[in-house]
């Protein structure tokens, strides 16, 4: 155990009981699987040989580097999460362990009211120079001050101090938060004396602004050269500071990862099929069942296979923009869910691969289903007045469609709420009270998507609405959502399995008015709120899954979305060049980090085109 040093400047409380112990990680589900002495994971091959290129498929395009103004300003290149290092990183043969990454340590007390997190002697920037409390305080202050998404996210932390050499103390604004001394481990750590300096020109660095300029980071890899717009190249750091860590060991063992931007899905698959990239994700159902028939594939020099997702769970829905008056009534919203006829797309579009999502938390145990009991019921009680007597008196589910009768039933459902909500159908058009015709918009940047609402907007139209599908650049879409400027869009929510504070930049009252936030909705509920904060301050997992249970239902009952579909799996192919250990539970297809290139492999399917 480590000996701790600098407590007589935590907080003075803490002279009145024993110091915390310092602690080599941290869970949320109680004990760690690898003790303080661990040589590393279980999951990665000590011995995995260092080398080669992956050239990867990235959809979209880029002009920033800044990760702090991601969602804000600029699309971020996403290849640039990987230069920076974390305090704390992930296993992923755990549901929620976390070991020191920059950081050696942490310490909490048992009412998780403040950590103290103490970092590596060696942890050094890619320019030789060492991490400092000095670089954690400025990443907090930065985060906070530039990103919605992380003001959210540690929204909470009320004060980050230096405690000693290499400690750094974050204090909450209140006991009882199991989660903020974990999520604080999650804290990208930015070197602040190369923001605080100038570049090459001489021109100061601005922390709040996009930038293409290559930024300095800790991590084992930094950026070699990139073209704006599309391609960026991430080399191995062979001075890499951390690469003998238990955490580190057998991972990141490829010289060089290539992303090449493409903004269409069709001519990225082609790429592939050309060679011209090395795997590629596929999230097209179609293309899965038809595509992927080309001869490298029979010769078994192309690889397809199915990984499957246990580290998490998701929403994928058509998202309304309530803030306009169309959507702020829920019979509305409700009436385009029993337009929506998922059996019979999944059946035309999908090759009946797909299932309805039935939950904000679809794909784990804190799912909703059937009629609420016991401690969720309880909770659901405390709010019973300001909640829809629906939320406990009957289990949420979609409509079903996929015959006709059946789509005949949900139009009629669909007419009736409508008309209860003051529309009405004059001369073959959906018209609000003042006579004024019903127009939406389906805001969308991909083809794929494209797609799938141009199957939908047939059954809005036979309710009389008039329904336009707009398809814009990827930039043009991140700047209208960013500003909430739609009306309607598909968005995806996902879900870790110990839900907490990024509820509330998904669907608190706060985030809604925050340009950038993911509450791309704009729900203002305070029984919504009420229940974050009891998923937030759960002090057990029987509380987390009931009151994550209890979240969920209100949120399907006010209808904010309509829910669309899910796949268990994450399908690759890929040529086979690479090899990999045994993949860890909650590691999905553990692409690129624990793979390495094999060059017996290699050869023996030849050389890339």
Same mark, same amino acid.
């Given at each position: 155990?480590?000996?701790?040093?600098?407590? @007589?400047?935590?907080?003075?409380?803490?002279?009145?009981?024993?110091?915390?112990?310092?602690?080599?990680?941290?869970?949320?589900?109680?004990?760690?699987? =690898?003790?303080?002495?661990?040589?590393?994971?279980?999951?990665?091959?000590?011995?995995?040989?260092?080398?080669?290129?992956?050239?990867?498929?990235?959809?979209?395009?880029?002009?920033?580097?800044?990760?702090?103004?991601?969602?804000?300003?600029?699309?971020?290149?996403?290849?640039?999460?990987?230069?920076?290092?974390?305090?704390?990183?992930?296993?992923?043969?755990?549901?929620?362990?976390?070991?020191?990454?920059?950081?050696?340590?942490?310490?909490?007390?048992?009412?998780?009211? *403040?950590?103290? =997190?103490?970092?590596?002697?060696?942890?050094?920037?890619? @320019?030789?120079?060492?991490?400092?409390? &000095?670089?954690?305080?400025?990443?907090?202050?930065?985060?906070?001050?530039?990103?919605?998404?992380?003001?959210?996210?540690?929204?909470?932390?009320?004060?980050?101090?230096?405690?000693?050499?290499? &400690?750094?103390?974050?204090?909450?604004?209140?006991?009882?938060?199991?989660?903020?001394?974990?999520?604080?481990?999650?804290?990208?750590?930015?070197?602040?004396?190369? *923001?605080? +300096?100038?570049?090459?020109?001489?021109?100061?660095?601005?922390?709040?602004?996009?930038?293409?300029?290559?930024?300095?980071?800790?991590?084992?890899?930094?950026?070699?050269?990139?073209?704006?717009?599309?391609?960026?190249?991430?080399?191995?750091?062979?001075?890499?500071?951390?690469?003998?860590?238990?955490?580190?060991?057998?991972? @990141?063992?490829?010289?060089?990862?290539? =992303?090449?931007?493409?903004? @269409?899905?069709?001519?990225?698959?082609?790429?592939?099929?050309?060679?011209?990239?090395?795997?590629?994700?596929?999230?097209?159902?179609?293309? *899965?069942?038809?595509?992927?028939?080309?001869?490298?594939?029979?010769?078994?020099?192309?690889?397809?296979?199915?990984?499957?997702?246990?580290?998490?769970?998701?929403?994928?829905?058509?998202?309304?923009?309530?803030?306009?008056?169309?959507?702020?009534?829920?019979?509305?919203?409700?009436?385009?869910?029993?337009?929506?006829?998922?059996?019979?797309?999944?059946?035309?579009?999908?090759?009946?691969? =797909?299932?309805?999502?039935?939950?904000?938390?679809? +794909?784990?145990?804190?799912?909703?289903?059937?009629?609420?009991? +016991?401690?969720?019921?309880?909770?659901?009680?405390?709010?019973?007045?300001?909640?829809?007597?629906?939320?406990?008196?009957?289990?949420?589910?979609?409509?079903?469609?996929?015959?006709?009768?059946?789509?005949?039933?949900?139009?009629?459902?669909?007419?009736? %709420?409508?008309?209860?909500?003051?529309?009405?159908?004059?001369?073959?058009?959906?018209?609000?009270?003042?006579?004024?015709?019903?127009?939406?918009?389906?805001?969308?940047?991909?083809?794929?998507?494209?797609?799938?609402?141009?199957?939908?907007?047939?059954?809005?139209?036979?309710?009389?609405?008039?329904?336009?599908?707009?398809?814009?650049?990827?930039?043009?879409?991140?700047?209208?959502?960013?500003?909430?400027?739609?009306?309607?869009?598909?968005?995806?929510?996902?879900?870790?399995?110990?839900?907490?504070?990024?509820?509330?930049?998904?669907?608190?009252?706060?985030?809604?008015?925050?340009?950038?936030?993911?509450?791309?909705? +704009?729900?203002?509920?305070?029984?919504?709120?009420?229940?974050?904060?009891?998923?937030?301050?759960?002090?057990?997992?029987?509380?987390?899954?009931?009151?994550?249970?209890?979240?969920?239902?209100?949120?399907?009952?006010?209808?904010?979305?309509?829910?669309?579909?899910?796949?268990?799996? %994450?399908?690759?192919?890929?040529?086979?060049?690479?090899?990999?250990?045994?993949?860890?539970?909650?590691?999905?297809?553990?692409?690129?980090?624990?793979?390495?290139?094999?060059?017996?492999?290699?050869?023996?399917?030849?050389?890339?085109?």
């Amino acid at each position: 155990m480590l000996k701790a040093a600098g407590l @007589d400047v935590i907080a003075s409380a803490q002279a009145q009981s024993p110091a915390p112990a310092w602690r080599h990680a941290l869970s949320l589900f109680g004990d760690v699987k =690898y003790p303080a002495d661990f040589k590393r994971f279980d999951y990665v091959n000590p011995d995995a040989p260092k080398g080669g290129v992956a050239r990867q498929i990235s959809i979209g395009t880029f002009d920033n580097f800044n990760l702090v103004v991601a969602g804000v300003k600029g699309n971020i290149a996403p290849a640039v999460g990987l230069i920076y290092e974390t305090l704390m990183t992930r296993s992923q043969d755990e549901a929620s362990s976390q070991y020191g990454l920059l950081a050696e340590a942490a310490m909490h007390p048992d009412d998780h009211s *403040w950590v103290v =997190y103490r970092l590596r002697k060696d942890a050094k920037w890619n @320019d030789g120079k060492p991490v400092t409390p &000095d670089d954690v305080l400025f990443s907090m202050d930065v985060l906070k001050k530039y990103s919605p998404m992380y003001s959210s996210y540690y929204k909470h932390v009320v004060k980050t101090e230096k405690v000693g050499d290499r &400690d750094v103390k974050f204090t909450f604004d209140a006991p009882g938060n199991r989660e903020l001394p974990a999520i604080v481990g999650e804290l990208l750590v930015l070197p602040k004396h190369w *923001w605080e +300096g100038t570049d090459s020109d001489g021109r100061k660095r601005d922390i709040g602004a996009t930038t293409l300029e290559k930024p300095l980071g800790s991590g084992p890899y930094a950026i070699k050269d990139f073209v704006a717009g599309r391609s960026v190249t991430l080399e191995r750091v062979k001075t890499y500071w951390g690469e003998k860590l238990p955490v580190r060991i057998g991972q @990141d063992n490829l010289d060089e990862l290539r =992303y090449e931007f493409f903004r @269409d899905t069709t001519v990225s698959l082609e790429a592939f099929k050309a060679d011209q990239a090395d795997w590629i994700l596929e999230s097209s159902a179609k293309n *899965w069942a038809t595509a992927y028939d080309f001869p490298a594939v029979t010769e078994k020099r192309v690889v397809l296979e199915e990984f499957p997702i246990n580290d998490s769970g998701r929403m994928q829905a058509f998202a309304f923009n309530i803030r306009r008056p169309l959507f702020s009534d829920k019979r509305v919203r409700r009436a385009f869910n029993y337009a929506f006829d998922f059996e019979e797309m999944n059946k035309q579009l999908f090759y009946g691969q =797909y299932k309805r999502i039935n939950s904000y938390f679809e +794909g784990t145990e804190l799912a909703s289903t059937g009629i609420p009991q +016991g401690k969720e019921l309880e909770i659901l009680k405390e709010v019973y007045g300001d909640i829809p007597p629906e939320v406990i008196a009957q289990p949420y589910q979609n409509p079903v469609g996929g015959d006709p009768e059946k789509v005949r039933e949900n139009r009629r459902q669909s007419t009736r %709420l409508l008309k209860e909500a003051g529309y009405e159908v004059r001369d073959q058009r959906l018209v609000d009270k003042d006579g004024k015709p019903v127009a939406v918009e389906f805001l969308v940047s991909n083809p794929a998507t494209e797609r799938v609402v141009l199957f939908y907007k047939p059954s809005l139209e036979r309710l009389g609405m008039g329904v336009t599908v707009r398809t814009v650049d990827d930039a043009q879409y991140q700047n209208r959502v960013r500003n909430f400027d739609f009306d309607i869009i598909v968005d995806i929510w996902g879900q870790s399995l110990s839900p907490g504070n990024e509820q509330r930049d998904f669907w608190g009252s706060e985030a809604a008015k925050i340009p950038g936030s993911r509450n791309t909705v +704009g729900i203002e509920n305070p029984v919504v709120d009420k229940l974050i904060d009891k998923v937030i301050f759960a002090s057990d997992r029987e509380t987390l899954v009931a009151a994550t249970r209890a979240l969920d239902r209100v949120l399907l009952w006010h209808y904010y979305v309509v829910p669309q579909y899910t796949y268990g799996f %994450l399908r690759y192919a890929r040529w086979d060049r690479f090899s990999h250990a045994p993949l860890p539970k909650y590691g999905r297809s553990g692409l690129p980090s624990l793979w390495w290139f094999d060059k017996d492999k290699a050869e023996k399917i030849g050389r890339r085109s």
